[in-house]
């Protein structure tokens, strides 16, 4: 068995490295570019390029012309957007910037240009800008884009609910010259963006060419809401402008007589009202003088009887205050209404109530824990519910860097988003992307160090609420909460870094470990003992 083991292992490392080894003798070559080489696009703010392998990239003096074919006008490519996030085989190739004035505090500001005026570009990336880590290099190549005039879309029809979905007609103010149905489709999808039916790959234009039907392989006639994606490009003018993208809503009704609730079944609520009776396609609503009334079966298997109400077509039922934890149903019998003349069937719907309850934002612990320790080389901060770093109007996230004080100089502690759990955020001291992971430089100089909690800006949940599936959850609703309070810890090192030897039935009070965790039981090592460095045979 050892033998087959070693020799299935030894087999298993050939192959991965014949895999490896095959990985390596692929040809270097480009693999994408946005926007698509070709393409027409409403504006373009940077050039990317993906490669099959790793790369590195030196702009030539001057950066890279991006031109307008026709006028020659354009801007140049100078930056390498750097991102410690993105894989190295990608490119980000910048436009140049221009000073601006800040409307806000009057202050100069850098501010990225882009290319948004009509025409076709092409820029050319020369050999040698672009090389993999085998020095393989990119060869020149040219690469061109288009950008369009909006096409305007007037109107979509239908525009108001429907018995039936059978095809779709969109109106524009100009003509259309094409319509490009993607190869993969365009499909009518429900409310969870599963597909329904297909939209025919041939669409009809007018004879005008400012109308144009996309009709469906099979008609919809199930009530609901259905949504078509259009995509950008999918008309062109005849003077080369395209649509942006959008999404378009039908809705598609059901005219038979009919009643509904205002409480579905099996839903999970956290407070209960009055029932309510409202129709659909019915003239007329009566209640039927006599009949049985509507119950409603609270927990513990007792019954009330409801109050009802006509207010037009409407029926309101009163049961007085329902608070009590569990499951209610409420029971319709056949009979006590009637539509246009027509009484109705029983009905019943089983609703079941929760408590909820708003939970303040806390910080339950901070490790290390204050006090004297060994080093500092990160600070977890756990709360009582789950949280994430809040984000500014750029999208960027505002306290992924926060200072910890020290006596003679600040430090930098950085948000390690690869580490974050839900309920607790890390930061590391000096830290350093590698590429998959950050790694951290340890603070060992002595003396105070403190971090205002201030500076740590979330969002986070609040209520509790039970969601379509019936699962407890949270709203995340509270924006931008500010942490409160502060932590200090003081590094004690002499030298040596260790001031003291404990054997094992030595007497000792506190006990923490290096990162400040307090330990009851100490195993052989060094700990943190009454604010000294010790170590524990």
């Known amino acids: 068995m050892k033998k087959f083991t070693l020799l299935f292992l030894s087999m298993f490392c050939m192959l991965g490295a014949a895999v490896a080894q095959d990985k390596d003798d692929e040809a270097f070559a480009l693999q994408y570019t ?158 969870y963006w599963t597909p329904v039916v297909k939209i025919k790959d041939d669409a009809i234009i007018s004879e005008d060419k400012k109308s144009v039907t996309l009709e469906l392989e099979t008609p919809i006639t199930n009530p609901g809401s259905y949504n078509l994606d259009v995509y950008e490009g999918i008309f062109v003018g005849e003077d080369g402008g395209i649509n942006e993208s959008r999404s378009y809503q039908f809705q598609i009704i059901d005219t038979a007589p009919s009643f509904s609730l205002n409480y579905n079944e099996g839903e999970k609520v956290k407070e209960l009202g009055n029932l309510e009776i409202t129709f659909k396609n019915v003239n007329k609503v009566e209640l039927v003088e006599g009949a049985d009334p509507i119950i409603v079966y609270i927990p513990g298997d007792s019954e009330i009887e409801g109050t009802a109400t006509l207010s037009g077509n409407k029926i309101t039922v009163s049961f007085g205050e329902l608070t009590e934890e569990g499951v209610y149903t409420y029971v319709i019998p056949a009979g006590f209404f009637t539509m246009d003349g027509v009484e109705n069937e029983e009905r019943s719907v089983s609703v079941e109530l929760y408590t909820f309850a708003i939970t303040a934002l806390e910080v339950v612990s901070v490790t290390p824990v204050e006090g004297n320790v060994a080093q500092i080389d990160k600070i977890i901060i756990e709360f009582n519910q789950s949280v994430t770093l809040s984000l500014d109007e750029n999208w960027q996230q505002i306290s992924r860097e926060i200072v910890l004080k020290g006596e003679d100089k600040d430090y930098t502690l950085t948000y390690n988003s690869m580490s974050n759990l839900g309920s607790t955020i890390e930061y590391l001291v000096n830290a350093t992307w590698t590429g998959w992971e950050y790694t951290s430089t340890p603070i060992t100089d002595n003396g105070k160090y403190t971090l205002d909690l201030s500076q740590i800006i979330v969002d986070h949940a609040v209520e509790d609420y039970i969601d379509e599936w019936g699962y407890p959850a949270k709203r995340w609703h509270s924006k931008n909460q500010v942490c409160s309070g502060s932590k200090a810890w003081t590094i004690v090192n002499d030298g040596t870094g260790i001031d003291e030897v404990i054997g094992e039935n030595g007497n000792v009070k506190a006990i923490y470990d290096l990162t400040g965790r307090k330990v009851e039981v100490p195993t052989k090592g060094i700990y943190i003992i009454d604010g000294k460095k010790v170590f524990v045979k």
């Open 34 to 191: 946005s926007p698509q080489n070709g393409a027409s696009v409403f504006s373009v703010n940077f050039i990317q390029l993906g490669f099959n392998k790793d790369v590195t990239v030196t702009l030539p003096e001057g950066g890279i012309e991006v031109k307008n074919t026709e006028t020659g006008e354009g801007l140049k490519l100078t930056r390498v957007y750097e991102d410690p996030y993105m894989s190295k085989n990608m490119v980000t190739l910048m436009f140049e910037q221009r000073t601006v004035i800040d409307e806000k505090d009057g202050k100069e500001k850098l501010e990225d240009m882009y290319i948004n005026t009509p025409g076709t570009y092409s820029y050319t990336i020369p050999a040698g800008v672009i090389t993999s880590v085998d020095n393989e290099v990119f060869p020149e190549q040219t690469f061109t884009f288009t950008i369009a005039k909006p096409l305007a879309i007037e109107s979509v029809s239908p525009n108001s609910p429907t018995t039936q979905l059978d095809k779709i007609v969109f109106t524009f103010s100009t003509p259309v010259a094409e319509v490009k149905i993607p190869e993969s489709g365009m499909y009518i999808v429900d409310n």
